[in-house]
Nanobody, 115 residues
Framework: QVQLVESGGGLVQPGGSLRLSCTAS????????MVWYRQAPGKRRELVAR???????NYADSVKGRFTISRDNAKNVVTLQMDSLKVEDTAVYYC?????????WGQGTQVTVSS
């Protein structure tokens, strides 16, 4: 059974940075697509960034140039470095693993950007 545990959320001022981490259990991490989603209050969940097993990446237009996704297959960890944060980045951030049509989700971590 795969479990995903996110960490690193919190309160930060506009223009600041946060680093989110997602640690996965099990042995399928290196062959999995890893994705960060976010959901703001009253809004639909949206894809933020994803990293494929070959480490190629995609980003939502709203975070390009500010967020960086990376993975460490030796540690089963995917990281989202968030810089130049904006108030509109406030949301619960979720980590998702996709492997052979199975999706696994973390519990989410709150990111609040406010002065």
């Amino acid at each position: 059974q795969v479990q995903l545990v996110e960490s690193g959320g919190g309160l930060v001022q506009p223009g600041g940075s946060l680093r989110l981490s997602c640690t996965a259990s099990g042995s399928i991490f290196s062959n999995s697509l890893m994705v960060w989603y976010r959901q703001a209050p009253g809004k639909r969940r949206e894809l933020v960034a994803r990293i494929f097993s070959d480490s190629s990446t995609n980003y939502a237009d709203s975070v390009k140039g500010r967020f960086t996704i990376s993975r460490d297959n030796a540690k089963n960890v995917v990281t989202l470095q968030m810089d130049s944060l904006k108030v509109e980045d406030t949301a619960v951030y979720y980590c998702m693993m996709s492997h052979r049509a199975q999706n696994y989700w973390g519990q989410g971590t709150q990111v609040t950007v406010s002065s």
